[in-house]
């Protein structure tokens, strides 16, 4: 995708071939800033304090901080640390497990010199894999995009043309490029089907806001920001044709986890009769998991979320402001589970599935088992 007409991805290896650099989410929207990664306590630092954040984004920074250990320590036991420090920065996300998993299988066979190029390989891979599967679902999401734009007579985007509600951030700030629950509205509207998006502001940490809101921006789509309780309201007055959200650990049973919150939007556009998408790449898959509601573990992160917000001052100055009495109580929950009884379908690269494990295993077979 692009940002002021340039294209970037949001990881990528730095000039000197050993390094890798990201966009530092959190400066986002105000700023727009590059950061070099140059070993593995920087790549833990850059996911758990969410510099990058997305499910997809997530295992593919792992991997590439596998890599990056490697290139400092290749013994047994730098490839044991790697694993162990990568996979505590953050539970939720199932991709990571997935892509250290892959790195650990792949390097602990081999002899220590040849795990380094053997690393950076395989993380290339995993983000150009990544790019691939969002395309894909993006293509397969535009068919659901269009086909509501002629149930509705194929209005003008003065006309209202299709209306998507979205939550939290899955556009290609969370992917490698193009993004889950984004790629579908980035596909329809290159293709010039007039589409509109709801953007929930997704708090605590405004990721609708700060992150959708901008790079729908960056490439043209037409978006309005909306509180997150304004969902169900909209929905009511008929001002939402289809949700589309991502997530970041999906259960074999159909289950989905994502941003806190989700669950009711869920609910709400059940209530009237609004479909339910969700955009997710074949990793973000557990298919260890039946039951998404009790078995999926559910980050709780710092207040500090809660309590302050980041925002630009009349002056041009970037703040953190407090916004709850002093010594309140907070709990911060980061996502929620939406049971598969309200998902009217999952969309992934390899077509769209109803929200089962019958539905997933049609699609991939290979994991039925």
């Known amino acids: 995708m692009k940002v002021k007409g340039t294209p970037y991805r949001t990881i990528w290896l730095s000039e000197n071939a050993w390094a890798i650099e990201i966009i530092d989410q959190t400066k986002l929207p105000h700023d727009f800033v590059v950061i070099r990664l140059q070993n593995l306590s920087e790549v833990c630092t850059a996911i758990r304090d969410m510099w990058v954040r997305g499910a997809p984004l997530i295992g593919a920074t792992a991997a590439y901080g596998?890599?990056?250990?490697?290139?400092g320590d290749a013994?047994?036991?730098?490839?044991?640390?790697?694993?162990?420090?990568l996979y505590e920065t953050r539970p939720t996300a199932v991709n990571l497990r997935w892509a250290l998993d892959d790195l650990n299988s792949l390097l602990e066979p081999l002899p220590a010199d040849q795990r380094r190029n053997a690393a950076y390989k395989r993380a290339l891979e995993?983000?150009?894999?990544?790019?691939?599967?969002?395309?894909?679902?993006?293509?397969y999401g535009k068919e659901l995009i269009e086909a509501a734009w002629f149930k509705k007579g194929k209005p003008s985007l003065e006309q209202g043309g299709v209306n998507v509600l979205t939550h939290c951030n899955a556009g290609w700030l969370a992917t490698v490029d193009w993004g889950t629950a984004l790629a579908p509205i980035y596909k329809a509207h290159n293709v010039g089907i007039p589409v509109h998006v709801w953007v929930d502001e997704t708090r605590p940490r405004n990721q609708g806001a700060s992150l959708t809101a901008w790079e729908l921006g960056q490439h043209g789509v037409p978006n309005t920001i909306i509180v997150d309780n304004a969902g169900g309201h909209i929905m009511q007055h008929g001002m939402v044709d289809l949700c589309i959200v991502g997530t970041d650990r999906?259960?074999?049973?159909?289950?989905?986890?994502?941003?806190?919150g989700t669950y009711l939007k869920a609910l709400a556009a059940h209530d009237n009769d609004v479909p339910f998408y969700v955009g997710l790449p074949s990793p973000t898959i557990d298919w260890t998991i039946d039951d998404g509601v009790k078995d999926i573990p559910i980050e709780q992160r710092d207040t500090m979320e809660i309590t302050a917000m980041t925002g630009r001052a009349s002056n041009g100055e970037v703040m953190d402001v407090s916004i709850v009495p002093d010594g309140a109580k907070t709990a911060n929950y980061a996502f929620d589970v939406t049971p598969r009884r309200l998902v009217t379908g999952l969309i992934t690269e390899r077509g769209v599935s109803e929200a089962s494990r019958e539905g997933l295993s049609k699609l991939f077979p290979e994991f039925s088992n």
Do not use: P
Not at 66 to 71: D, E, I, K, S, T
Not at 250 to 260: E, F, L, M, P, R
């Open 66 to 71: 596998m890599a990056l250990a490697m290139h």
């Open 75 to 85: 013994s047994d036991a730098g490839l044991e640390n790697a694993y162990d420090r």
């Open 250 to 260: 999906t259960a074999a049973s159909g289950d989905v986890c994502n941003k806190i």
């Open 126 to 139: 995993i983000a150009d894999a990544d790019v691939e599967m969002c395309s894909s679902i993006g293509d």
